[in-house]
């Protein structure tokens, strides 16, 4: 960032602010008209990764333009500090993200934004208020049919963080090297016609000791917020939307946007369903060529 950007920024702030300069905030992709939205009373998204290559910010860019809500909760890891830090990436899609969720905000939309491990530089601002949002450490939500959740992004209950930080800095080496690997995999099914998948969220799924490591991080999660006297907690930081529940208390993970590309969204009955947007897509997709199928054939 530039020496008149970065003047003055808090310590936390400093090695980021000096990578280079975030361009100004506009829109480059134009918002749709806010009637064909879909509405819900709560969205809460996480793991977004922006400033990375693997953040499907194009995809997330779908999803806010098709979807709104009375509130948003921003799970942790929206921007991806680590990797700015080492790498300054920020095209316009990126951009896009930022200057829609604060066009909410602007239109009256709460947004409450907690940060996780990767934008932890965010942290000691908690409590504070920046273009309509608020930052918070953890929050609680009341759903429409009386349930009380705890929200937070998750990383305190994962032991590599807790114990082994510099094993978490490998892994998240590793996992971008995944996540590139995942893009020209892509790249080919594009070609082909054929809808997004997840290389890594397959091979997740595969690994015996990740859906290990899985299942007991989401049992650790709800255990610890039933101590809290709620009725459930919504977190995400470890990439793997779901909706479970454990001895009564009910586990919800908002997914991502570099794997799964998932929201998780509370309808006005409170009743709570997980999105999965390439899925949302592909259907959207399908409606469209038959919709064009019928018109050519009544012309």
Same mark, same amino acid.
Not at 163 to 171: E, T
């Given at each position: ?22 361009p ?92 996780g ?19 918070? *450490? %953890? #929050?609680?939500?009341?759903?429409? $049919? &009386?349930?009380r959740?705890?929200?937070? !992004?998750?990383? /305190? ?20 090297v ?44 709800? *255990? %610890? #917020?039933?101590?809290?006297?709620? $009725? &459930? ?5 470890? !990439?793997?939307? /779901? ?29 709570m ?20 199928d ?6």
């Amino acid at each position: 960032m530039s020496d008149r950007l970065g003047k003055g920024l808090p310590a936390e702030l400093t090695d980021l602010a000096s990578v280079a300069s975030f361009p100004p905030i506009r829109s480059a992709i134009p918002e749709p008209d806010e009637g064909k939205r879909r509405r819900y009373r709560t969205i809460w998204i996480s793991d977004v990764h922006l400033g990375t290559k693997g953040c499907n910010a194009e995809m997330l860019i779908d999803f806010l333009d098709s979807t709104d809500s009375e509130t948003m909760y921003l799970v942790g890891d929206i921007i991806d500090g680590w990797r700015l830090k080492k790498k300054f990436y920020w095209p316009a899609e990126h951009n896009d993200v930022v200057w829609r969720i604060l066009k909410r905000a602007k239109r009256g939309t709460r947004i409450v934004y907690i940060p996780g491990n990767h934008d932890e530089m965010l942290r000691p601002f908690s409590g504070m208020n920046f273009g309509g949002v608020e930052i918070r *450490r %953890a #929050a609680f939500h009341d759903t429409a $049919d &009386g349930r009380r959740l705890m929200v937070l !992004h998750g990383d /305190e209950f994962d032991t590599i963080m807790l114990a082994h930080r510099w094993l978490a800095f490998v892994g998240d080496a590793l996992y971008h090297v995944m996540m590139a690997l995942n893009r020209h995999v892509n790249g080919v099914r594009r070609m082909l016609g054929l809808p997004y998948w997840s290389l890594s969220k397959m091979a997740k799924h595969k690994v015996k000791n990740a859906v290990e490591f899985i299942s007991k991080y989401e049992e650790v999660v709800a *255990r %610890a #917020a039933g101590e809290h006297g709620v $009725d &459930g907690v919504v977190c995400g930081h470890i !990439h793997t939307a /779901e909706i479970r529940e454990f001895d009564g208390i009910e586990y919800y993970n908002d997914g991502d946007w570099v794997e799964g590309c998932n929201a998780l969204v509370e309808h006005f009955d409170g009743r709570m369903e997980l999105l999965h947007w390439p899925e949302e897509m592909a259907r959207r997709a399908r409606q469209d060529a038959a919709t064009m199928d019928t018109a050519k054939a009544a012309a």
